[in-house]
């Protein structure tokens, strides 16, 4: 484990940039060792600017997207053409304006019984990463996630059950707080990314920030905690209103 790289972008533009260079760079290093890269995506609306950089023509053909393999680190419990789908997000932004085999492309079932959709998703997971479990979890080459003004990350929302959960990669965890269930990703599987790109925006953030990097240990009010035990690289992209709360020596 190391201490996160954290970087403080002027604006949310700046901040898509950023994330769209550094989503590169780690694909094209992934190809670079002769094989396929693999990234979890995120929802919300701070990842969509990013996606549309990404399908624009300053990156879009600076990965082999023949060569990706693009699944969901959490879902809403809804149909893939619903509003709330972060699917449907991914799709509409990205993954329709890029050369992706349908093949490659992951998604949570959402519109399926919430466990059964989380077993089908773990049973996708064993089949591209070479019989992953929970004792053995699957090393994505970068996955991205949101942060929620309550601390929550992926859908691993404060108090639900899905924090102490260690023997599932992905599990339907009831969030009373949102009168919902929602699909995500466990804690190991988070824990065992190579790299983690923490997308941030907005001074609504600034309180969850300073709690996720710098305030004391309390992972079941504040899940986004538990990144500080990531075996990987953790990059916290932040803007400056976002960042406000953090020491200051923070980003420098």
């Given at each position: 484990?190391?201490?996160?790289?954290?970087?403080?972008?002027?604006?949310?533009?700046?901040?898509?940039?950023?994330?769209a260079?550094?989503?590169?760079?780690?694909?094209?290093?992934?190809?670079?060792?002769?094989?396929?890269?693999?990234?979890a995506?995120?929802?919300g609306?701070?990842?969509?600017?990013?996606?549309?950089?990404?399908?624009?023509?300053?990156?879009?053909?600076?990965?082999?997207?023949?060569?990706?393999?693009v699944?969901?680190g959490?879902?809403?419990?809804?149909?893939?053409?619903?509003?709330?789908?972060n699917?449907?997000?991914?799709?509409?932004?990205?993954?329709?304006?890029?050369?992706?085999p349908?093949?490659?492309?992951?998604?949570?079932?959402?519109?399926?019984?919430?466990?059964?959709?989380?077993?089908?998703?773990?049973?996708?997971?064993?089949?591209v990463?070479?019989?992953?479990?929970?004792?053995?979890?699957?090393?994505?080459?970068?996955?991205?996630?949101?942060?929620?003004?309550?601390?929550?990350?992926?859908?691993?929302?404060?108090?639900?059950?899905?924090?102490?959960?260690?023997?599932?990669?992905?599990?339907?965890?009831?969030?009373p707080?949102?009168q919902?269930?929602?699909?995500?990703?466990?804690?190991?599987?988070?824990?065992?990314?190579?790299e983690?790109?923490?997308?941030?925006?907005?001074?609504?953030?600034?309180?969850?920030?300073?709690?996720?990097?710098?305030?004391?240990?309390?992972?079941?009010?504040?899940?986004?905690?538990?990144?500080?035990?990531?075996?990987?690289?953790?990059?916290?992209?932040?803007?400056?209103?976002?960042?406000?709360?953090?020491?200051?020596?923070?980003g420098?």
């Amino acid at each position: 484990m190391s201490e996160p790289e954290i970087v403080v972008t002027k604006d949310a533009a700046e901040l898509a940039s950023i994330a769209a260079r550094r989503f590169v760079q780690v694909v094209a290093g992934a190809q670079s060792e002769g094989r396929g890269a693999t990234v979890a995506l995120s929802g919300g609306s701070t990842p969509r600017a990013l996606f549309t950089l990404l399908a624009g023509d300053e990156f879009n053909d600076k990965i082999d997207w023949r060569a990706v393999d693009v699944f969901w680190g959490d879902e809403r419990t809804v149909p893939p053409d619903h509003a709330d789908s972060n699917y449907r997000m991914a799709r509409e932004t990205l993954l329709s304006h890029v050369p992706i085999p349908e093949s490659r492309v992951h998604r949570m079932h959402g519109e399926l019984d919430p466990d059964d959709a989380a077993r089908q998703y773990e049973s996708e997971l064993a089949s591209v990463f070479d019989g992953a479990t929970p004792d053995n979890p699957p090393q994505f080459d970068l996955i991205l996630l949101g942060l929620g003004g309550d601390g929550h990350t992926a859908s691993l929302f404060p108090g639900t059950d899905a924090l102490s959960v260690r023997d599932r990669l992905v599990v339907a965890n009831p969030v009373p707080q949102q009168q919902t269930t929602r699909l995500s990703f466990t804690v190991p599987v988070l824990l065992a990314s190579r790299e983690v790109l923490f997308l941030v925006a907005g001074a609504d953030k600034a309180p969850a920030v300073y709690r996720a990097i710098e305030g004391p240990w309390d992972p079941n009010q504040t899940p986004s905690q538990y990144l500080r035990q990531a075996h990987g690289h953790v990059v916290w992209l932040l803007d400056k209103a976002a960042a406000a709360n953090l020491g200051d020596d923070a980003g420098g």
